[in-house]
């Protein structure tokens, strides 16, 4: 089973940044596709952005797509998710998830077509 650790977390500041990593013991990463979703006190999970199994494509969400940047290094079996011109609206469990996309190339935002699924790792930005 796909096992995902994140980290890079904690506390940032209003218009400043933070650098999440997600990195995955997986020998086949390169199959994978690969998203960060979060979820705010009280309120449902929702995404954040997600990218293909080749690194080729992104898709992010309205609230983060001029301010977040998701990229991949396979090499490293890692995603990254480079947090700018933070709000305190960014506040929230930043979670890493994958699914296996061996056969296509897709980025796909609904949170139920990705299985594997990190711990989460806690951001707090201070206005």
């Known amino acids: 089973q796909v096992q995902l650790v994140e980290s890079g977390g904690g506390l940032g500041q209003a218009g400043g940044s933070l650098r999440l990593s997600c990195k995955a013991s997986e020998p086949t990463f390169n199959l994978y596709g690969l998203a960060w979703f979060r979820q705010a006190p009280g309120k449902e999970r929702e995404f954040v952005a997600a990218?293909?199994?080749?690194?080729?494509?992104?898709q992010s969400a309205d609230s983060v797509k001029d301010r977040f940047t998701l990229s991949r290094v396979n090499a490293e079996n890692t995603v990254y998710l480079q947090m700018n011109s933070l709000k305190p609206e960014d506040t929230a469990v930043y979670y890493c998830a994958a699914r296996f996309d061996p056969l296509g190339d897709d980025y796909p935002i609904k949170e139920y077509l990705y299985r594997y699924w990190g711990q989460g790792t806690q951001v707090t930005v201070s206005s």
């Open positions: 990218i293909s199994r080749s690194g080729l494509a992104t």
